[in-house]
């Protein structure tokens, strides 16, 4: 007979793989919430309870790590996370257009994933680029400068085409 497991369990697994290759004590809680969040893409209630019970600490003490760091996330995220600098540089040289044209070409709120979870757009305080402002990372690496409203579709494509 074949093992049959969805998706979700699938993923609990392989994070249970994880936890006991590492002998995962409490001390370990944030390496854990990392290699969660890489597999889930971000960190539910679910996910952090889980957590929880496999370090036995209290859901309350990793709910506080999670949203005290910044790098952890609550709600899911697209595949491809494009920041927009809306710090004063950036804002004043016209972020703000930017940031709304990449809302309305993918049709999402911000924070918020597109339909097919490829993109999601977010409002940042400053990338360390001020002398290039506007400025736009994408991803983890790929940074945009002197960013004008009608680069924003090009921008766009260049990423659906990696995805296809």
Do not use: W
């Amino acid at each position: 007979m074949q093992d049959v497991c969805t998706t979700g369990e699938r993923l609990f697994k392989e994070l249970d793989e994880y936890i006991k290759s590492i002998n995962a004590t409490p001390d370990k809680l944030i390496s854990v919430l990392q290699k969660a969040q890489e597999i889930f893409g971000y960190l539910s209630p679910q996910v952090q309870q889980y957590i929880a019970d496999a370090l036995n600490i209290p859901a309350s003490q990793v709910y506080g790590v999670v949203t005290f760091y910044n790098f952890f996330s609550t709600t899911p995220k697209g595949k491809v996370q494009i920041k927009v600098c809306l710090g004063t540089a950036c804002y004043v040289k016209g972020a703000d257009r930017v940031f709304e044209r990449f809302l309305e070409e993918l049709g999402v709120e911000p924070e918020k994933p597109t339909k097919d979870g490829q993109f999601s757009v977010h409002a940042v305080r400053c990338l360390g680029a001020c002398s290039m402002a506007p400025v736009v990372l994408v991803g983890e690496k790929d940074f945009y400068g002197r960013m004008k409203p009608d680069m924003v579709p090009r921008i766009i494509a260049k990423y659906r085409e990696v995805k296809s």
